[in-house]
Protein backbone atom coordinates (compact mmCIF):
# COMPACT_ATOMS: atom_id res chain seq x y z
CA UNK A 1 0.00 0.00 0.00
CA UNK A 2 0.84 3.87 -0.45
CA UNK A 3 1.61 5.88 2.74
CA UNK A 4 2.94 9.43 3.01
CA UNK A 5 5.88 9.56 4.94
CA UNK A 6 8.16 12.45 6.43
CA UNK A 7 11.85 12.27 4.70
CA UNK A 8 13.16 15.17 6.30
CA UNK A 9 11.93 19.05 7.03
CA UNK A 10 10.38 20.34 4.06
CA UNK A 11 10.72 16.50 1.96
CA UNK A 12 7.81 14.65 2.12
CA UNK A 13 7.42 11.16 -0.09
CA UNK A 14 5.26 8.44 -0.87
CA UNK A 15 6.55 4.55 -0.18
CA UNK A 16 4.98 1.40 -0.58
CA UNK A 17 4.41 -0.53 2.87
CA UNK A 18 3.01 -3.92 3.42
CA UNK A 19 -0.96 -3.41 4.07
CA UNK A 20 -1.44 -3.60 7.88
CA UNK A 21 -3.29 -6.28 9.36
CA UNK A 22 -5.26 -6.87 12.66
CA UNK A 23 -2.81 -7.07 15.75
CA UNK A 24 -4.71 -7.10 18.39
CA UNK A 25 -8.59 -8.15 19.52
CA UNK A 26 -9.02 -3.95 19.74
CA UNK A 27 -8.10 -2.93 16.31
CA UNK A 28 -9.97 -2.47 12.92
CA UNK A 29 -8.12 -2.15 9.48
CA UNK A 30 -9.75 0.57 7.50
CA UNK A 31 -9.10 1.48 3.86
CA UNK A 32 -9.12 5.35 3.75
CA UNK A 33 -11.26 7.39 1.50
CA UNK A 34 -10.14 10.75 2.67
CA UNK A 35 -7.30 12.24 4.60
CA UNK A 36 -5.85 15.91 5.28
CA UNK A 37 -2.96 17.79 6.25
CA UNK A 38 -3.27 19.57 9.91
CA UNK A 39 -1.34 22.17 10.66
CA UNK A 40 0.05 20.69 13.47
CA UNK A 41 2.06 18.72 10.63
CA UNK A 42 4.18 21.67 9.80
CA UNK A 43 6.05 21.74 12.88
CA UNK A 44 7.81 19.03 11.63
CA UNK A 45 7.62 19.68 8.49
CA UNK A 46 8.91 22.98 8.89
CA UNK A 47 11.71 21.30 11.11
CA UNK A 48 10.34 23.32 14.55
CA UNK A 49 9.67 19.21 15.82
CA UNK A 50 11.93 16.72 15.46
CA UNK A 51 10.60 13.78 13.52
CA UNK A 52 12.61 10.47 12.46
CA UNK A 53 12.77 10.40 9.39
CA UNK A 54 10.49 7.53 7.54
CA UNK A 55 7.63 7.61 9.86
CA UNK A 56 4.26 7.32 8.01
CA UNK A 57 2.42 10.60 9.05
CA UNK A 58 -1.51 11.91 9.53
CA UNK A 59 -4.24 11.67 11.55
CA UNK A 60 -7.49 12.85 10.20
CA UNK A 61 -9.14 10.39 8.09
CA UNK A 62 -12.65 8.73 7.26
CA UNK A 63 -12.65 5.60 5.66
CA UNK A 64 -13.77 1.86 4.93
CA UNK A 65 -13.83 -0.84 7.54
CA UNK A 66 -12.62 -3.70 6.11
CA UNK A 67 -11.62 -6.00 9.10
CA UNK A 68 -11.90 -6.20 12.91
CA UNK A 69 -10.56 -8.18 15.83
CA UNK A 70 -12.61 -9.95 18.49
CA UNK A 71 -13.85 -7.46 20.43
CA UNK A 72 -14.42 -5.15 18.41
CA UNK A 73 -18.75 -5.55 17.85
CA UNK A 74 -19.65 -2.21 17.59
CA UNK A 75 -18.97 -1.62 14.11
CA UNK A 76 -17.95 -4.55 11.11
CA UNK A 77 -16.92 -4.66 8.01
CA UNK A 78 -18.09 -2.24 5.29
CA UNK A 79 -18.61 0.34 7.67
CA UNK A 80 -18.94 4.04 7.06
CA UNK A 81 -16.47 5.51 9.92
CA UNK A 82 -15.12 8.91 11.28
CA UNK A 83 -11.22 7.93 12.19
CA UNK A 84 -10.44 10.39 15.35
CA UNK A 85 -6.60 10.90 15.64
CA UNK A 86 -7.54 10.02 19.87
CA UNK A 87 -8.30 6.49 19.66
CA UNK A 88 -10.31 6.39 22.77
CA UNK A 89 -11.05 3.26 24.85
CA UNK A 90 -14.27 4.71 26.27
CA UNK A 91 -14.30 2.69 29.64
CA UNK A 92 -11.37 4.76 31.52
CA UNK A 93 -12.10 7.26 34.19
CA UNK A 94 -11.11 10.27 31.17
CA UNK A 95 -12.86 8.71 28.43
CA UNK A 96 -16.18 8.38 30.70
CA UNK A 97 -15.67 12.01 32.16
CA UNK A 98 -15.84 13.01 28.75
CA UNK A 99 -12.12 13.69 27.64
CA UNK A 100 -11.46 11.11 25.45
CA UNK A 101 -8.37 13.02 24.34
CA UNK A 102 -6.56 12.30 27.19
CA UNK A 103 -7.43 8.54 27.11
CA UNK A 104 -5.60 6.36 30.09
CA UNK A 105 -5.73 2.84 27.84
CA UNK A 106 -3.60 4.43 24.75
CA UNK A 107 -2.85 0.58 23.44
CA UNK A 108 0.56 1.11 21.79
CA UNK A 109 2.90 3.95 20.91
CA UNK A 110 3.34 2.85 16.94
CA UNK A 111 3.24 5.61 14.48
CA UNK A 112 0.61 5.42 12.55
CA UNK A 113 -0.47 7.24 9.46
CA UNK A 114 -3.44 8.26 8.16
CA UNK A 115 -2.13 9.96 4.65
CA UNK A 116 -2.57 6.58 2.96
CA UNK A 117 -4.43 3.62 1.39
CA UNK A 118 -5.17 1.86 4.90
CA UNK A 119 -4.77 2.22 8.29
CA UNK A 120 -4.71 0.37 11.81
CA UNK A 121 -7.14 1.54 13.94
CA UNK A 122 -6.92 0.64 17.73
CA UNK A 123 -9.72 1.06 20.29
CA UNK A 124 -11.49 0.79 17.37
CA UNK A 125 -14.68 -0.55 19.53
CA UNK A 126 -15.87 2.62 21.15
CA UNK A 127 -13.24 4.98 19.20
CA UNK A 128 -14.31 4.82 15.62
CA UNK A 129 -17.74 6.85 14.77
CA UNK A 130 -20.29 5.40 12.27
CA UNK A 131 -21.40 7.17 9.61
CA UNK A 132 -24.85 6.49 8.18
CA UNK A 133 -24.60 4.86 4.75
CA UNK A 134 -21.77 5.11 2.10
CA UNK A 135 -19.52 7.32 0.76
CA UNK A 136 -21.36 7.13 -2.47
CA UNK A 137 -24.56 8.54 -0.70
CA UNK A 138 -22.81 11.93 0.24
CA UNK A 139 -22.15 14.73 -2.14
CA UNK A 140 -18.18 15.53 -2.62
CA UNK A 141 -19.14 18.92 -0.12
CA UNK A 142 -20.73 16.35 2.68
CA UNK A 143 -17.96 14.10 2.62
CA UNK A 144 -15.61 16.99 3.61
CA UNK A 145 -17.81 18.33 6.30
CA UNK A 146 -17.54 14.59 7.52
CA UNK A 147 -13.86 14.57 7.35
CA UNK A 148 -13.10 17.87 9.66
CA UNK A 149 -14.89 15.46 12.42
CA UNK A 150 -11.78 13.37 12.81
CA UNK A 151 -9.81 16.68 14.29
CA UNK A 152 -10.27 19.55 13.15
CA UNK A 153 -13.97 20.58 13.80
CA UNK A 154 -14.12 18.63 16.66
CA UNK A 155 -10.75 20.96 17.95
CA UNK A 156 -12.46 24.03 17.05
CA UNK A 157 -16.08 23.04 19.25
CA UNK A 158 -13.51 22.04 21.97
CA UNK A 159 -12.20 25.08 22.26
CA UNK A 160 -15.65 26.60 22.59
CA UNK A 161 -16.72 23.97 24.81
CA UNK A 162 -14.11 24.41 27.40
CA UNK A 163 -14.22 28.39 27.39
CA UNK A 164 -18.32 27.23 28.41
CA UNK A 165 -19.50 29.61 25.44
CA UNK A 166 -23.22 29.49 25.75
CA UNK A 167 -26.28 31.67 24.40
CA UNK A 168 -25.74 35.17 23.73
CA UNK A 169 -22.29 35.41 24.55
CA UNK A 170 -19.41 37.49 23.05
CA UNK A 171 -16.66 35.51 22.16
CA UNK A 172 -13.31 36.43 20.18
CA UNK A 173 -11.01 33.50 18.25
CA UNK A 174 -7.86 33.94 17.93
CA UNK A 175 -6.55 32.15 14.95
CA UNK A 176 -7.49 32.37 11.32
CA UNK A 177 -6.15 28.59 10.43
CA UNK A 178 -8.59 25.96 10.02
CA UNK A 179 -8.83 25.16 13.83
CA UNK A 180 -9.82 28.19 14.43
CA UNK A 181 -12.26 29.20 12.03
CA UNK A 182 -14.63 25.97 12.76
CA UNK A 183 -13.72 27.54 16.19
CA UNK A 184 -16.23 30.69 14.68
CA UNK A 185 -18.62 27.65 13.75
CA UNK A 186 -18.49 26.16 16.90
CA UNK A 187 -19.58 29.22 18.79
CA UNK A 188 -21.93 30.14 16.68
CA UNK A 189 -23.19 26.50 16.82
CA UNK A 190 -23.24 27.12 20.61
CA UNK A 191 -25.12 30.03 20.25
CA UNK A 192 -23.05 32.94 20.63
CA UNK A 193 -24.43 36.39 20.41
CA UNK A 194 -21.04 38.27 18.82
CA UNK A 195 -17.89 36.46 17.60
CA UNK A 196 -14.93 38.46 16.96
CA UNK A 197 -12.82 36.52 14.59
CA UNK A 198 -9.10 37.91 14.96
CA UNK A 199 -7.45 37.67 11.10
CA UNK A 200 -5.11 39.48 8.54
CA UNK A 201 -6.12 37.32 5.68
CA UNK A 202 -8.97 38.70 3.45
CA UNK A 203 -9.69 34.64 2.21
CA UNK A 204 -9.89 33.84 5.87
CA UNK A 205 -11.97 36.98 6.78
CA UNK A 206 -14.62 35.99 4.49
CA UNK A 207 -14.99 32.19 5.56
CA UNK A 208 -15.06 33.28 8.74
CA UNK A 209 -17.83 35.68 8.27
CA UNK A 210 -19.63 33.07 6.40
CA UNK A 211 -19.68 30.53 9.49
CA UNK A 212 -20.81 33.14 11.60
CA UNK A 213 -18.58 36.08 12.50
CA UNK A 214 -19.99 38.99 13.41
CA UNK A 215 -16.57 41.25 13.16
CA UNK A 216 -13.20 41.43 12.32
CA UNK A 217 -9.91 42.10 14.23
CA UNK A 218 -6.95 42.03 11.58
CA UNK A 219 -4.43 44.10 14.57
CA UNK A 220 -2.19 42.07 16.57
CA UNK A 221 -0.63 42.38 19.94
CA UNK A 222 -1.26 45.23 22.14
CA UNK A 223 -3.50 47.63 19.30
CA UNK A 224 -5.69 44.14 18.84
CA UNK A 225 -6.04 44.03 22.30
CA UNK A 226 -7.33 48.07 22.19
CA UNK A 227 -9.99 47.09 19.79
CA UNK A 228 -11.70 44.36 20.96
CA UNK A 229 -11.80 46.12 24.30
CA UNK A 230 -13.01 49.30 22.35
CA UNK A 231 -15.57 46.36 20.95
CA UNK A 232 -16.64 44.84 23.23
CA UNK A 233 -15.41 46.26 26.85
CA UNK A 234 -14.23 42.11 27.35
CA UNK A 235 -15.38 39.08 25.66
CA UNK A 236 -17.33 36.37 28.19
CA UNK A 237 -15.58 33.79 26.39
CA UNK A 238 -12.10 33.29 24.33
CA UNK A 239 -11.14 30.85 21.80
CA UNK A 240 -7.02 30.09 21.75
CA UNK A 241 -6.40 28.62 18.09
CA UNK A 242 -2.93 29.23 17.94
CA UNK A 243 -0.83 28.14 21.05
CA UNK A 244 1.98 30.93 20.77
CA UNK A 245 2.84 32.61 23.36
CA UNK A 246 1.82 36.09 22.61
CA UNK A 247 -1.68 34.35 21.39
CA UNK A 248 -2.11 33.39 24.87
CA UNK A 249 -1.09 36.54 26.11
CA UNK A 250 -3.86 38.66 24.31
CA UNK A 251 -6.70 35.81 24.56
CA UNK A 252 -6.09 36.60 28.71
CA UNK A 253 -6.31 40.33 28.18
CA UNK A 254 -9.31 40.35 26.16
CA UNK A 255 -11.29 38.63 28.66
CA UNK A 256 -13.90 39.99 31.14
CA UNK A 257 -12.93 39.47 34.25
CA UNK A 258 -14.65 35.97 34.96
CA UNK A 259 -14.21 35.64 30.89
CA UNK A 260 -12.94 31.68 30.27
CA UNK A 261 -10.38 31.36 27.66
CA UNK A 262 -10.14 27.69 25.70
CA UNK A 263 -6.95 26.92 24.56
CA UNK A 264 -6.86 24.55 21.92
CA UNK A 265 -3.54 25.86 20.03
CA UNK A 266 -0.57 23.38 20.78
CA UNK A 267 1.56 24.77 23.01
CA UNK A 268 5.02 26.39 21.39
CA UNK A 269 6.44 27.45 24.84
CA UNK A 270 7.04 25.46 27.95
CA UNK A 271 6.98 28.41 29.82
CA UNK A 272 4.06 31.14 30.95
CA UNK A 273 3.23 33.83 33.08
CA UNK A 274 0.12 33.10 34.96
CA UNK A 275 -0.36 36.07 36.63
CA UNK A 276 -2.76 37.68 34.62
CA UNK A 277 -4.93 35.23 34.91
CA UNK A 278 -4.96 35.84 38.53
CA UNK A 279 -5.45 39.71 38.75
CA UNK A 280 -8.56 38.88 36.29
CA UNK A 281 -10.14 36.16 37.80
CA UNK A 282 -10.01 34.24 34.26
CA UNK A 283 -10.82 30.83 33.83
CA UNK A 284 -8.00 28.76 31.70
CA UNK A 285 -9.19 25.25 30.46
CA UNK A 286 -8.25 23.40 27.19
CA UNK A 287 -6.21 20.76 25.32
CA UNK A 288 -6.67 17.43 23.55
CA UNK A 289 -9.88 17.60 22.14
CA UNK A 290 -12.32 15.05 22.99
CA UNK A 291 -13.30 14.22 19.04
CA UNK A 292 -15.39 10.54 19.42
CA UNK A 293 -17.23 12.21 22.50
CA UNK A 294 -18.23 15.63 20.47
CA UNK A 295 -18.62 14.01 17.17
CA UNK A 296 -21.37 11.47 19.22
CA UNK A 297 -22.86 13.98 20.93
CA UNK A 298 -23.07 17.04 18.65
CA UNK A 299 -21.34 17.28 15.75
CA UNK A 300 -22.01 14.44 12.91
CA UNK A 301 -25.75 14.63 14.14
CA UNK A 302 -24.99 18.97 12.88
CA UNK A 303 -23.44 17.57 9.84
CA UNK A 304 -25.89 15.29 8.33
CA UNK A 305 -28.85 17.78 9.03
CA UNK A 306 -26.74 20.42 7.53
CA UNK A 307 -26.76 22.91 10.21
CA UNK A 308 -22.54 23.31 9.71
CA UNK A 309 -20.31 22.71 6.62
CA UNK A 310 -17.00 22.85 8.13
CA UNK A 311 -15.39 20.92 5.21
CA UNK A 312 -15.19 25.00 3.60
CA UNK A 313 -11.75 25.02 5.33
CA UNK A 314 -10.50 22.57 2.54
CA UNK A 315 -9.43 25.05 -0.43
CA UNK A 316 -7.40 22.94 -2.53
CA UNK A 317 -7.50 19.53 -2.89
CA UNK A 318 -4.52 16.62 -4.06
CA UNK A 319 -4.29 13.11 -4.36
CA UNK A 320 -2.02 10.52 -2.55
CA UNK A 321 0.94 10.90 -4.72
CA UNK A 322 0.95 14.73 -4.77
CA UNK A 323 1.47 14.93 -1.01
CA UNK A 324 4.44 17.08 -1.61
CA UNK A 325 2.59 19.31 -3.20
CA UNK A 326 -0.05 19.12 -0.11
CA UNK A 327 2.10 19.97 2.19
CA UNK A 328 3.59 23.35 0.42
CA UNK A 329 0.51 24.41 -0.20
CA UNK A 330 -0.37 24.84 3.73
CA UNK A 331 3.02 25.82 4.10
CA UNK A 332 2.68 28.60 1.54
CA UNK A 333 -0.71 29.82 3.11
CA UNK A 334 -2.04 28.63 -0.45
CA UNK A 335 -4.68 26.60 1.31
CA UNK A 336 -6.41 27.22 4.50
CA UNK A 337 -6.44 23.37 4.59
CA UNK A 338 -5.05 20.71 2.21
CA UNK A 339 -7.27 17.81 1.46
CA UNK A 340 -6.10 14.52 0.05
CA UNK A 341 -8.51 11.87 -1.75
CA UNK A 342 -7.46 8.30 -1.53
CA UNK A 343 -10.06 6.44 -2.88
CA UNK A 344 -13.61 6.49 -3.53
Not at 13 to 19: L, R, Y
Not at 28 to 48: F, H, K, P, Q
Not at 249 to 258: L, Q
Not at 325 to 341: F, G, H, Q, T
Amino acid sequence: MKTAVFEAPGKMVVKEFDKPKVQNATDAVLRIVRACVCGSDLWWYRGINKRPAGDPVGHEAIGIVESVGDSVTAIKPGDFVIAPFTHGCGHCAACKAGFDGDCLNKSDSEVVGYQGEYLRFKNANWALVKIPGQPSDYTDDQLNDLLTLADVMATGYHAAATAEVKEGDTVVVLGDGAVGLCGVIAAKLRGADRIIAMSRHEDRQKLAREFGATDIVAERGDKAVAKVLELTGGADAVLECVGTEQSVDTAVKVGRPGAVVGRVGVPQKAEMNTNNLFWKNIGLRGGIAAVTTYDRKVLLNAVLAGKIHPGKVFTKRFQLNDIQAAYEAMDKREAIKSLIVISD
